[in-house]
């Protein structure tokens, strides 16, 4: 089974603040990666497919990159919006893996 | 627009069997696959079962393979989730979301608002 491990767990930072997510695969998925955000008590939201492709209405600040086994969520300029649980999620094959999550707080 | 809507959680004993229900509309059902994803109290998600477009096929995850079940039917535009043998670990806010493709498996643009289900004495 491939394994999706996700880094850091939780991080704080501020407004305005360049933030990076990372996943990673435990072997190559090529693209087939999703990332959803999660807000607290909330059902998670598509963020991007295909590792890079924006979903339609989701801001600009949000990018995704990588293949293979590596993989990058970048938020460009943090809101207080964005704080949130964000998850990656493979789906190379029809067994589907999630991260186990990156916890955004603003600093 | 594209709904989903969870029913069938509650409370149950260790050992005993739910069944869960997801009623779509919006869309057309029998065209896409489905699943059930889901989430411990205060952990991340867990992919549980997928069904095809026609039900002919069913995947699940190792967790819960031999006691879940998934199915489906498409003149009631319903997903189902047959639970049995239940463990304390089972216990989660189950959602169903609808795949974008016929045939498993994608990613996830809309999914229901959940229903918890609790395995507990």
């Known amino acids: 089974d491939i394994q999706m491990t996700q880094s850091p767990s939780s991080l704080s930072a501020s407004v305005g603040d360049r933030v990076t997510i990372t996943c990673r695969a435990s072997?190559?998925?090529?693209?087939?990666l999703a990332w959803y955000q999660q807000k607290p008590g909330k059902v998670p939201k598509l963020l991007i497919y295909?590792?890079?492709t924006l979903q339609s209405g989701v801001p600009s600040r949000f990018s995704g990159s990588g293949s293979g086994t590596d993989f990058t969520l970048t938020i460009s300029s943090l809101q207080p919006e964005d704080v949130a649980t964000y998850y990656c999620?493979?789906?190379?094959?029809?067994?589907?893996?999630f991260g186990g999550g990156t916890k955004v707080e603003i600093k | 627009q594209v709904l989903l809507v969870e029913s069938g959680g509650g409370v149950v004993q260790p050992g005993r069997s739910l069944r869960l229900s997801c009623a779509a509309s919006?869309?057309?059902?029998?065209?896409?696959?489905m699943h059930w994803v889901r989430q411990a109290p205060g952990k991340g998600l867990e992919w549980v079962a997928v069904?095809?477009?026609?039900?002919?096929?069913?995947y699940y995850g190792d967790s819960v393979k031999g006691r879940f079940t998934i199915s489906r039917d498409n003149s009631k535009n319903t997903l189902y989730l047959q639970m049995n043998s239940l463990r304390a670990e089972d216990t989660a806010v189950y959602y169903c979301?609808?795949?974008?493709?016929?045939?498993?498996?994608?990613?996830?643009?809309?999914w229901g608002q959940g229903t918890l289900v609790t395995v507990s004495s």
């Open positions: 979301a609808r795949d974008e493709v016929s045939s498993p498996s994608e990613y996830f643009q809309h």
């Open positions: 919006g869309f057309s059902f029998s065209n896409y696959a």
């Open positions: 069904i095809s477009y026609d039900g002919s096929s069913k």
């Open positions: 072997q190559g998925i090529r693209n087939y």
């Open positions: 295909g590792a890079s």
């Open positions: 999620q493979k789906y190379n094959n029809v067994f589907l893996t």
